[in-house]
């Protein structure tokens, strides 16, 4: 296969002009291409306005050397790389392999364990992706909280109510990447997704995915139970050096034997980190963020980012902003959601958190991403490897307080001054959740305050208009990661035997994608030590 880069075609080209465009650079008559394929497809808008897409495409022809020869400094010669999972262990499983939590990374740990005959057993404290849309639009719609069924915890995990971006700086040579992309698809994502720089699925679209890929998992001998919690472990061995699983408890009562168990929990499951901190599961705390949505018209950022010629013939723009404070604090924009909503995405009682999603089709009004500063266990004052958890309970707490239960909302200039905002300019919250005009400001300490009133003010020197009085600040961004990482061994494995940390929860992980690969990474690990599973 050879491939060439850099194929430049204006913004309403059709799939026609692409194939003639890569006959022309290559000097080939049509029946000398025997096919082609997008490898990549990104936005050049580095000479604005005059902005391209340009392409990276795959193609194979009937002489290949002498298209080597002819065109050595456009083409290059490429192997697919196809994942491959490894050989099976020789270690018996006396008890199918149990996945706790169904976020990216146990879906994919326990679709690679179903795929390899593992007969794997998915539990979830959640709903089923259809009964949590449900229980989440009823949240958003009421203000009625389901602690078991929301944004952060059910089928999917948080990123189901996300952008689905799915954009990772994991280096990746062994195909997990392509296999996770390919598996999307599989499963009703759009196939864009192979070649888009930066690929994303949308909520609507994800949720189908999700559901697809559980009916693949249990006609693959699979198991998925839901509303199923694990509250407890049971270990044998009396000291914490030699220690191993023996039973996981769920719902307080049920005990299900266990000797391989993926700890998949998710960011979020602040009650299970607590089980498993007191069962002396070595863990440590981790640097993480925390910050606001900020909130400005699509339109500015399409202008900002292609210019006013070009704003309306390329799909919603994106954005990636970071800068460096002289109080050594970073503050930077995380999960960037064009023509999207920023959500109600509180998971307990008397708090409040938020996050930002998008539909497939990113048509929403407005764009919002996460403008966070980060955060190190220095700023604790607690050597508990659970006091991220407690300052991020904390930010929560308070921006329930002012918000009454509501997302609290604030102008950029309110926001500097530190009033409570008490009109809106010309740009009006989207959101799935009640809203109130409050100060969005007293949530934080007054360092991470001025780091983020500093923050988007030199983001503006990069988008003009970022900083702009009327921009929306809305809070608290607080589950941006884990604050935890559950301490695992080169063999994936705990120090206590029998239990596999994995994905963002655990703190492996950053994102839908990485997560995903991080659960597949976990499953060769299960799939090298133990024998497929037989009753």
């Known amino acids: 296969m050879l491939r060439i880069n850099q194929l430049k075609l204006a913004p309403d080209h059709t799939e026609q002009e692409l194939k003639k465009l890569l006959l022309t650079t290559l000097h080939l008559k049509e029946e ?9 497809r990104s936005i050049d808008a580095r000479k604005k306005p005059t902005i391209f897409y340009s392409y990276a495409i795959d193609f194979q022809v009937k002489n290949e050397e002498r298209i080597l020869k002819k065109a050595k400094n456009k083409v290059q010669k490429v192997s697919q790389k196809s994942y491959g999972f490894p050989k099976a262990g020789t270690m018996k499983l006396r008890h199918r392999p149990i996945i706790v939590g169904a976020g990216p990374a146990g879906l994919f740990c326990a679709y690679s364990l179903a795929l390899q005959g593992y007969q794997p057993i998915l539990v979830e404290r959640g709903a089923p992706v259809e009964e949590r849309m449900q229980d989440v639009e009823k949240f958003w719609n009421t203000g009625i909280l389901n602690p078991k069924s929301n944004v952060q915890f059910g089928e999917g995990g948080a990123g189901t109510f996300s952008d689905g971006k799915l954009n990772t700086l994991v280096k990746d040579k062994f195909g997990r990447n392509n296999f996770v992309l390919e598996t999307f698809v599989k499963f009703g ?9 930066k690929p994303h699925i949308g909520t609507d679209v994800l949720a189908c995915v999700v559901s697809n890929m559980r009916r693949e998992i249990l006609s693959l001998g699979g198991e998925v139970r839901f509303h199923a919690q694990v509250t407890d472990f049971i270990f044998n061995g009396s000291e914490k050096s030699d220690r191993y699983l023996k039973q996981i408890i769920i719902n307080n009562s ?5 000797d391989a168990l993926i700890l998949a929990i998710g960011h979020s499951a602040r009650d299970t980190f607590q089980v498993l901190y007191d069962e002396g599961i070595p863990m440590q705390a981790k640097s993480f963020a925390v910050g606001v949505r900020i909130e400005h018209p699509q339109k500015m950022i399409q202008e900002a980012q292609y210019g006013k010629e070009m704003a309306d013939l390329f799909p919603a723009a994106a954005y990636k902003l970071t800068t460096q404070l002289e109080n050594k604090r970073g503050v930077y924009t995380f999960c960037m959601c064009p023509g999207g909503y920023v959500v109600n995405a509180s998971s307990e009682d008397g708090k409040l958190a938020v996050n930002g999603m998008s539909y497939h089709d990113r048509l929403g009004e407005n764009a919002n991403s996460a403008v966070i500063v980060t955060v190190t266990p220095q700023d604790y004052k607690s050597d508990s490897p659970l006091a991220g958890i407690a300052f991020q309970r904390n930010l929560e707490e308070r921006a329930y307080q002012i918000g009454q239960g509501n997302i609290p909302v604030q102008c950029y200039k309110d926001f500097c001054d530190n009033i409570p905002t008490e009109k809106l300019g010309d740009i009006h919250p989207q959101m799935k959740g009640n809203y109130r005009l409050a100060n969005v400001r007293a949530i934080f300490p007054d360092e991470l305050a001025k780091s983020i009133e500093q923050g988007i003010l030199n983001m503006d020197h990069k988008i003009h208009g970022f900083a702009r009085e009327d921009a929306l600040l809305s809070g608290v961004e607080s589950r941006t990661s884990s604050p935890v990482k559950i301490l695992r061994e080169e063999s ?4 206590c035997k029998g239990i596999y940390p994995c994905g963002e929860g655990a703190g492996y992980a950053g994102g839908i994608t990485s997560a995903a690969m991080d659960g597949m990474k976990v499953a060769e690990a299960i799939i090298k030590k133990f024998k497929p599973f037989s009753s």
């Open 32 to 40: 000398e291409l025997l096919e082609y394929h997008i490898h990549k």
């Open 189 to 197: 994502a759009n196939p864009a997704i192979l070649y888009e720089q």
């Open 254 to 258: 049920e005990k299900i034997d266990c």
């Open 492 to 495: 994936f494995e705990s120090t």
